[in-house]
């Protein structure tokens, strides 16, 4: 079976860091996805997780545990166009991405 | 990067009218694809897998015979809603697996609304 956790919102202040976590239980798990998505459009690709460790792209860094079943994102130096909502997919056999409820997060001057 | 284009990216229809949508990978070769469900502020729900050549593989609940999907090219999908009634408004969304890159690219979603 797939299940996928992340909080549901989150505030932060521009310029702050927010770290957005995400727990899975994955059958047959290949990797860990993280997609923004803005109100009414696609997600866009942000990163992928397949081994241990931290993966820095910019202001934005994600972390997979494999062994804990545990992701996170950081968000750095966040800016007001990061308000948006980000969602965490597992990837199993076939492709297939089961998404996370995603995590709603806000920016505020 | 790679893109993936939806058509239309919105309809409005009748209840009990058929819609269909079209998921084409403009640059690179899909042998799968994906068609996703996103209701307003929940996260998208695969509905099924769209395999070139062969028969669509649906997720549990999710009825094959109303929601009809083709894969008959390489760079084509399509999705279509059956009989739709207005509890099938939705935001449908289509991916693309590009093999070379492994990566899964989004189209820029339809949005459905039944009347």
């Known amino acids: 079976g797939q299940n996928i956790d992340q909080p549901t919102e989150m505030t932060a202040t521009e310029g702050a860091i927010v770290q957005i976590n995400c727990t899975y239980q994955t059958s047959g798990f290949n990797g860990l996805f993280w997609y923004q998505q803005h109100a009414g459009e696609a997600p866009t690709f942000l990163s992928y997780n397949v081994l241990d460790g931290l993966e820095e792209k910019g202001r934005f860094s994600s972390f997979l545990s494999r062994s804990k079943g545990y992701s996170y994102l950081l968000l750095k130096e966040l800016q007001m166009k990061d308000s948006a909502s980000y969602l965490c997919?597992?990837?199993?056999?076939?492709?297939?991405?089961?998404f996370g409820g995603g995590t709603r997060v806000l920016v505020k001057p | 990067g790679a893109v993936v284009s939806q058509h239309p990216s919105w309809v409005i229809c009748k209840s009990g009218t058929s819609v269909k949508i079209e998921c084409r990978s403009l640059?690179?070769?899909?042998?799968?694809m994906f068609w996703y469900r996103q209701f307003p502020k929940q996260s998208l729900m695969l509905m099924a897998t769209s395999n070139e050549g062969s028969k669509a593989t649906y997720e549990q609940g999710v009825e094959k015979d109303k929601f009809l999907i083709n894969h008959a090219s390489l760079t084509l999908s399509t999705l279509t809603v059956t009989s739709a009634h207005p509890e099938d408004s939705s935001f449908y969304i289509c991916?693309?697996?590009?093999?070379?890159?492994?990566?899964?690219?989004f189209g820029p979603g339809t949005r459905l609304t039944v009347t």
């Open positions: 640059d690179f070769q899909a042998t799968t």
């Open positions: 997919a597992s990837q199993a056999a076939g492709n297939k991405l089961t």
């Open positions: 991916s693309a697996f590009d093999y070379l890159s492994y990566e899964q690219y």
